[in-house]
């Protein structure tokens, strides 16, 4: 395989993208502002700041490496959406992000916090952080909350631990939370089978924002529940990260919950970030072909084409274990070249304040700086489309785009 950029060499670049683009053409680690490992400790901008993030399960067939060289920013108050199919590692980096990961995962780079290195913590300040700086809402309720307590000696429980709040500051702020969730405060009273899993949910969120935290981790909040459901929690949501100033980092596989939620957009793809940048430009034209198949595979209100579009990618993801040389992708791809084969891609700037490791999104100079072999058209002396020109390769959407059939056209 041709050498290029070591994979996601830690985060690198300036903090104007969220994602840190981490394989520049012609730029990288080197770059003024760099903050990669050994650089400046966190960025001033980022209240949350991930750096070269990897995790593998060791299992008793050998390690999986699910997550591989995850590098992001979340600025305060912003709200980062990340998608991707099942088993693409959306979970690991939730868990690893406050170190909730069981003992068999071996996890290297940096997560910090404010500044403070999460992965370096001692227990008892990361117990503290747990609630305060950071908290989490997943997916099912019902195996959250203990089901032989009521919902309101659980959400007091952080208050009284941490906040070292008396019985009746805590009772009072119980009654305040769920009145924010949309529950009444006699529901403090209830045992959690005696709530709908949309009220449970609801109670799961309160417990989340007890210690009044500075960034949500919310992870497929509400896959278990029905439409209905899933559109009031995920407003709700919404409306308390926005009203009261929090960070929020939203896992969902599907991505219109996450273009109508975040600000920014992260897709996922066997354990890396392959594309990013702001929420509804990745939704309407992403660069990278899987973020571009993944967008085509929810239907747009109003938008027509996208009810010809086709739905879902042919294969599966590549297992962790396993995986294809080149960039991972290659098996599934729409748009696979030969070069593809040999390189394996990573974060390249795609446009403003976005990245994706796609080699299509290369000019042949940025190719060139980036040691990744020209395109097959550039070899043959064609050239590239001039910026702008509408090309496959400079959308790759447009591939997963049906065309129009003659009678429409
Ligand atoms: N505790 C574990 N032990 C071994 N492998 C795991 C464990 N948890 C997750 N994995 C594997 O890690 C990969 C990523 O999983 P996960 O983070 O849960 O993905 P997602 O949340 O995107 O569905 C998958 O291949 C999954 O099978
Ligand atoms: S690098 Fe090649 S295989 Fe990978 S997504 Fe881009 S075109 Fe497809
Ligand atoms: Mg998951």
Known sequence: ????????????????????????????????????????????EHYLEVADLSVAYRTA?????????VSFGLEPGSKLGVAGESGCGKSTVALALLRLLPAS????????????????????????VRWAGASIVFQGAMHSLNPVHRIGDQIAEPLLLHDRAGPAQ???????????????????????????????QRAMIAMALACRPRLIIADEPTTALDVMIQAQILRLIDELVTDLGISMLMISHDLTVLADTCDRLAVMYAGRIVEEGPADDVFAAARHPYGAALSAAFPRVGDPSSRRAPRGLPGDPPDPAALPSGCAFRPRCPEVQERCAEVDPVLWPAGPRRSAACVRVLSPEQARAAGVPPAPAEEAGTGPAAEGEPRADRDPQAAARPQPQPEEM
Do not use: C, F
């Not at 300036?14 to 960025?43: C, K, L």
């Not at 995962?105 to 117990?127: F, K, Q, T, Y």
């Open 170 to 200: 805590a009772r009072a702020r119980v009654a305040e939370l769920l009145e924010q969730v949309g529950l009444p405060a006699w529901r403090a009273r209830s045992y959690p089978h005696e709530l709908s899993g949309g009220q449970r």
């Open 105 to 128: 995962a071996r996890i290297s780079g940096r997560v910090l916090l404010e500044g403070e290195d999460v992965l370096a913590m001692r227990w008892g300040r990361l117990r503290a």
């Open 61 to 69: 067939g050998g390690e999986i490496p699910a997550v591989r060289g």
């Open 1 to 44: 395989m041709k050498p290029t950029r070591p994979t996601n060499p830690g985060a690198a670049g300036e903090p104007s993208a969220d994602v840190r683009e981490t394989g520049p053409p012609g730029g990288g680690a080197e770059r003024p502002g760099a903050a990669g490992p050994g650089g400046a400790a966190g960025s001033a």
